[in-house]
């Protein structure tokens, strides 16, 4: 399967996600009749750019990237559905496999972390296209907080046990990309953000326990620029770092709060 998904394991639990952002386009996979056929451009550069800045900090997460052109398959819709891949073909049973080995080690990574680690970030990559120019840069989908399963304790005023920004990687990575680029934080349905709640992936993330899944919807003209691909980059390398060093919990505000356990 590595000729289409390449994956690994970390020494941390973050996992990077990237559906869309595949090229290939092997002739022995028909082309899908059904569903979006474009990719999200340099989605994948932007998953791997990460990964390799994180590594030259020392720092190895999981990761899993599709190589496969969106127009031959599609890993953000259910395999039953017509938009996932051609199901009338002689590729028929390899799609369906390689959609199957993509989410099987996707969640399987997901488990691992929290076996491992009590918690897991796990960041689905996207692309679009900003139709004006009010409309935001980057758009956060957690199906309205559904897939937000993890409280950092160390975003809590320990004296009054109050909730600030309390979602472990999420909120982090929110504070550091809004200081830079307009963003939508997926709270509240917007004119924005209905379309780009979550996907299909983040939704298998729904009551997923110690595990917050997000999707980062990333606008085009900044997967498309140098300078600002390269900003994104390291604002989403020192926000994952930043959570790493605050994935410590107090205590105190544990036994305080048992809601968010």
């Known amino acids: 399967m590595e000729r289409f998904v390449i994956s690994g394991k970390g020494d941390y639990p973050i996992i990077i996600s990237s559906p869309h952002g595949g090229f290939k386009k092997p002739s022995y996979i028909e082309d899908k009749t059904k569903g979006a056929s474009i990719a999200d451009t340099n989605t994948y550069m932007v998953a791997k750019g990460i990964i390799e800045l994180l590594r ?51 969640r399987g990574f997901a488990s691992e972390c929290v076996d491992k680690f009590g918690k897991c970030l796990f960041i689905d990559l996207h692309g679009f ?35 600030l920004n309390p979602y472990w990687g999420f909120s ?21 953000n209905l379309s780009y709640s979550g996907g299909y992936i983040t939704h298998q993330f729904n009551g997923f326990d110690k595990v917050n899944a997000i999707q980062i919807e990333v606008a085009k003209h900044i ?13 989403i390398v020192d926000g ?18 048992p809601f968010f356990l």
């Not at 559905?81 to 989410?103: E, R």
């Not at 550091?176 to 924005?192: A, E, Q, T």
């Not at 997967?223 to 604002?235: A, G, H, K, P, V």
């Open 172 to 192: 982090e990575l929110l504070e550091d990309l809004s200081k830079r680029f307009y963003v939508d934080s997926g709270f509240g349905i917007s004119r924005y």
């Open 240 to 257: 994952i770092i930043k959570s790493i060093n605050n994935s410590l919990e107090v205590d105190y505000c544990r036994r305080q709060v």
């Open 56 to 106: 030259l900090n020392n720092f190895q997460i999981y990761y899993i990237l599709n190589k496969i052109h969106r127009s031959k398959i599609d890993l953000n819709r259910p395999s039953r559905a017509n938009s996932a891949f051609h199901h009338k073909s002689i590729s028929t049973l390899l799609t369906d496999q390689i959609h199957d080995y993509y989410h099987r080690k996707m």
């Open 129 to 163: 296209s900003k139709p004006h120019e009010g409309y935001p840069d980057i758009i956060f989908g957690h199906v309205f907080g559904n897939t937000l399963n993890y409280v950092n304790y160390n975003y809590y005023d320990t004296k009054n046990c109050m909730a």
């Open 223 to 235: 997967r498309t620029n140098n300078e600002l691909m390269n900003d994104f980059i390291n604002i």
